[in-house]
């Protein structure tokens, strides 16, 4: 069984970077598929970030593009998110999930607040 | 890229049924048959629905049911249950990824 897992802060202030690591098992990063993040501030709709495949080629929501970076390290079996100079707009639970032309297997979901 | 316009709400009665639309473009649900269809419970992650417009996941029932004509898809749900009141997301892939709105089904 896929099973994905969100890590990493809970509190970020504004103006400083979002790190975010997807943990995958049951299924190795290698043999395939892109790997994506997605995300929903509280109380509204799903908003895609990105994704990567285990080759590191990207595709990043054009909105967020100049902001967000999403790398993989296929050693851990792990795909990371960075997002620079963050903003309250920018809270939200944020979850990663397996990207094929749809997503199939989703983690559990991390809440990220910003504020000082 | 703009996200997939949905309505904000839709209702039925137990044993009834529903259909949720997601209108895009050609560029997104019109040029590929790569709709998808997320059902969403308060608190919890997005659980795949429907896939490649009207495929079905193993485990989803057969209440669940999807079409695309043109620029719109939809989902249908028949024989409605209580478990079905959640929000549910259309979502298109083209390399991109692109979201609807959401849509609360309330189960009356």
């Known amino acids: 069984q896929v099973q994905l897992q969100e890590s990493g802060p809970g509190l970020v202030k504004p103006s400083e970077t979002l790190s975010l690591t997807c943990a995958v098992s049951?299924?190795?990063?290698?043999?395939?598929?892109?790997w994506g993040w997605i995300r929903q501030p509280p109380g509204k709709g799903l908003e895609w970030i990105g994704s990567?495949?285990?080759?590191?080629?990207?595709y990043y929501n054009p909105s967020l593009k100049s902001r967000v970076t999403i790398s993989v390290d296929t050693s851990k079996n792990q795909f990371s998110l960075k997002l620079s100079s963050v903003t309250a707009a920018d809270t939200a639970v944020y979850y990663c999930?397996?990207?094929?032309?749809?997503?199939?297997?989703w983690g559990q979901g991390t809440l990220v607040t910003v504020s000082s | 890229q703009s996200a997939l316009t949905q309505p904000r709400s839709v209702s039925g009665s137990p044993g009834q049924s529903v259909t949720i639309s997601c209108t895009g473009t050609s560029s997104d649900v019109g040029g590929y048959n790569y709709v998808s269809w997320y059902q969403q419970h308060p608190g919890k992650a997005p659980k795949l629905m429907i896939y490649d417009v009207s495929k079905r996941p193993s485990g989803v029932p057969d209440r669940f049911s999807g079409s695309k004509s043109g620029n719109t898809a939809s989902l249908t749900i028949s024989g409605l249950q209580a478990e079905d009141e959640a929000d549910y997301y259309c979502?298109?892939?083209?390399?991109?990824?692109?979201f609807g709105g959401g849509t609360k089904l309330t189960v009356l």
């Open positions: 979502c298109s892939y083209a390399g991109t990824v692109v």
């Open positions: 990567i495949y285990h080759s590191g080629s990207t």
């Open positions: 049951g299924y190795s990063i290698s043999s395939g598929y892109y």
């Open positions: 999930a397996r990207l094929r032309t749809f997503l199939d297997y």
